[in-house]
């Protein structure tokens, strides 16, 4: 005899789909200043990291050193439209140009790439791990994808303290794919904290590109079987960046929880100083610095807006001393003293 069939389940509620969402981002319309400071900002990133890298072969930048070199449009796109009173900003071990960014003297951080005495870690972070409350600079983190979940933590304080600040995440392509990310995902949703998800798309992530390693290559949609919103941005133009940024925070700011911003960008350098980078060609990349280079980009604007080529010059050079001076300044500190081994180990003694 045929066993009678269980009770039919409830029917689920049918999948919505017309969702509030963002505004579409057009570019900012910034002013003939705001574009000469963007363009400052990128090329501070640009010459420091340049310089990293040379230290780096000189030996006097030791373990890992992931550089900037391609992407400096988003950090300086987003960040510029962030209140640095009350915004916190997290991201994982490619850190340095978020900081610059934000603000943080460049020597304070060729001193830690350093591993000297003056370093904004005290030299004991290195280029992974740098660190600034002062700042709401909160890492610089070498688990990959580990600064989603803590910048989900840095979130939830925004709300339960009531203090008008979000959290701007980063992490890469290939964090993207990270248990935790989702996890991180499903809690800011749930809670509607204030926090924008950046996934810094550089397309290769360790040495793989993204098509190869995800089944959905279309990062900015992996927040949707959480209702969480994505906007996809070309990450090569700062002006498209902060205009996605305005948009993304008018959104956090109402209160209706997070967004995910995927940055179309490319690094031009590999992974870390240690990778030579075959697995994409040298065309490839030169391609790219042709047509796509965020610095010639802004140079273009600035010539339509008047700007010559002597002010820029002058510029290059203003930057180039600095970046030196932050060299010449890590070079001459001492290193800590090992007694510093036992310091902030823990926060409190037990």
């Known amino acids: 005899m045929a066993k009678t069939p269980p009770p ?26 705001e574009l000469l400071e963007m363009y400052r900002q990128m090329l501070l990133i640009r010459r420091f990291e340049e310089k990293a890298g040379q230290l780096y072969g000189l030996g006097l930048i030791g373990g ?6 391609g992407q400096e449009a988003v950090a300086v796109g987003l ?44 030299g004991k972070g290195g ?18 994808g580990a600064q989603v979940s803590l910048g989900t933590g840095l979130a939830f304080k925004h709300k339960y303290s009531n203090d008008g600040g979000i ?50 290559d279309q990062l900015y949609r992996r927040g949707e079987s959480f209702r969480i919103p994505g906007i996809q941005v070309d ?27 995927e940055m179309k960008t490319y690094r031009y350098r590999g992974h870390s100083m240690s990778d030579p980078a075959k697995y ?32 820029l010059k002058s510029l290059e050079q203003e930057i180039r001393k600095i970046v030196n001076e932050a060299a010449d300044f890590a070079e001459q500190t001492p290193e800590p003293d090992p007694a510093e081994l036992y310091t902030d180990v823990l926060v409190e003694k037990y």
Not at 194 to 213: D, L
């Open 8 to 33: 039919a389940r409830a029917i689920a509620e049918p999948p919505i789909t017309n969702r509030e969402r963002p505004a579409e981002p057009k570019p900012y319309e910034a002013s003939k200043d």
């Open 64 to 69: 890992f050193c992931h550089l900037y070199i």
């Open 79 to 122: 960040q510029s439209a962030l209140n640095g009173e009350t915004d916190s900003v997290i991201t994982g071990y490619r850190d340095h140009g978020h900081m610059l960014a934000y603000g943080i003297d460049p020597k304070v951080i060729m001193a830690e790439l350093t591993g000297r005495n003056s370093g904004i870690s005290k």
């Open 127 to 144: 280029s992974m791990h740098m660190f600034s409350t002062e700042h709401k600079f909160y890492g610089g983190h070498g688990i990959v």
């Open 167 to 216: 959290c701007m995440a980063y992490f890469g392509d290939g964090a993207a794919n990270q248990g935790q990310v989702y996890e991180s995902f499903n809690m800011a949703e749930l809670w509607k904290l204030p926090i924008i998800f950046v996934i810094e798309n550089n397309q290769y992530a360790m040495g793989t590109s993204v098509n190869r390693a995800s089944a959905e």
């Open 235 to 261: 990450g090569m133009d700062v002006l498209a960046c902060r205009g996605a940024a305005e948009e993304a925070l008018a959104w956090v700011r109402a209160g209706k929880g997070p967004v995910i911003l």
């Open 280 to 311: 994409r060609t040298r065309d490839e990349v030169q391609a790219v610095r042709d047509k796509s280079d965020p610095i010639d980009h802004m140079k273009k604007l600035l010539d339509a807006q008047g700007v010559t080529e002597a002010d």
